[in-house]
């Protein structure tokens, strides 16, 4: 079976006049805490990262592993966050444009063109762009950034665990599960909680 070319969408964009394209991807946007992470990463062109695939669909020693990897091979990467309190201020969608500019802006050197997962372009990046849907799955770059993104708040979510045991964030990341929202109806919210996710565990006087 053929493999498809990782780096199609670099390509096209090369052929406009563009030389350092950047993937950018997300990681965190359904838990109940913690921030939402975004990274993005320019690749050198053909850059081969055995194994690249979107983190979702790699265990977490694989990612630990092709984390360094990409940092060591990127020409550069970036990896910005939003806290829990911009994203109750302002909501999780605009919260998820904010990280990702944020880290869009803190690559040096700077890329002169994104490739966004997902079908939204985020309303500030300071370079032109398009969207990729699945993104992580079909580019090279946002696959690379998908994986810092997660690898990076996970760990986050680790230092956490330690600073509020009670939830056992080790184990779900902030994420919805059983556990944690039982943990949540026991303890109540904790200061990295999204007060404007709890609304329907806790009830509204929480949100």
Same mark, same amino acid.
């Given at each position: 079976?053929?493999?498809?070319?990782?780096?199609?969408?670099?390509?096209?964009?090369?052929?406009?006049?563009?030389?350092?394209?950047?993937?950018?991807?997300?990681?965190?946007?359904?838990?109940?805490?913690? =921030?939402?992470?975004?990274?993005?990463?320019?690749?050198?062109?053909?850059?081969?990262?055995?194994?690249?695939?979107?983190?979702?669909?790699?265990?977490?020693?694989?990612?630990?592993?092709?984390?360094?990897?990409?940092?060591?091979?990127?020409?550069?990467?970036?990896?910005?966050?939003?806290?829990?309190?911009?994203?109750?201020?302002?909501?999780?969608?605009?919260?998820?444009?904010?990280?990702?500019?944020?880290?869009?802006?803190?690559?040096?050197?700077?890329?002169?063109?994104?490739?966004?997962?997902?079908?939204?372009?985020? =309303?500030?990046?300071?370079?032109?762009?398009?969207?990729?849907?699945?993104?992580?799955?079909?580019?090279?770059?946002?696959?690379?950034?998908?994986?810092?993104?997660?690898?990076?708040?996970?760990?986050?979510?680790?230092?956490?665990?330690?600073?509020?045991?009670?939830?056992?964030?080790?184990?779900?990341?902030?994420?919805?599960?059983?556990?944690?929202?039982?943990?949540?109806?026991?303890?109540? =919210?904790? =200061?990295?909680?999204?007060?404007?996710?709890?609304?329907?565990?806790?009830?509204?006087?929480?949100?």
């Amino acid at each position: 079976m053929e493999q498809h070319d990782w780096f199609a969408y670099e390509k096209q964009a090369q052929t406009q006049g563009f030389s350092a394209i950047c993937g950018i991807d997300e990681a965190g946007r359904g838990p109940l805490a913690g =921030p939402v992470f975004a990274a993005a990463v320019v690749l050198p062109p053909g850059c081969v990262i055995e194994g690249l695939n979107d983190s979702k669909k790699l265990t977490e020693k694989t990612r630990e592993i092709l984390f360094d990897e990409i940092q060591n091979k990127a020409v550069s990467y970036a990896v910005a966050f939003a806290t829990e309190s911009e994203i109750d201020e302002i909501n999780i969608l605009q919260a998820t444009y904010l990280a990702m500019t944020r880290a869009c802006k803190a690559l040096s050197p700077a890329a002169d063109y994104a490739l966004v997962d997902g079908n939204r372009m985020p =309303p500030n990046l300071p370079v032109p762009g398009e969207t990729v849907v699945k993104g992580d799955a079909l580019s090279a770059s946002i696959a690379a950034a998908s994986i810092l993104a997660k690898v990076s708040r996970d760990r986050l979510m680790l230092q956490l665990d330690s600073l509020y045991p009670e939830y056992q964030f080790s184990k779900h990341k902030g994420y919805g599960t059983k556990l944690h929202r039982e943990r949540l109806l026991q303890y109540g =919210p904790c =200061p990295i909680h999204r007060r404007s996710f709890l609304k329907k565990i806790l009830g509204p006087q929480h949100g």
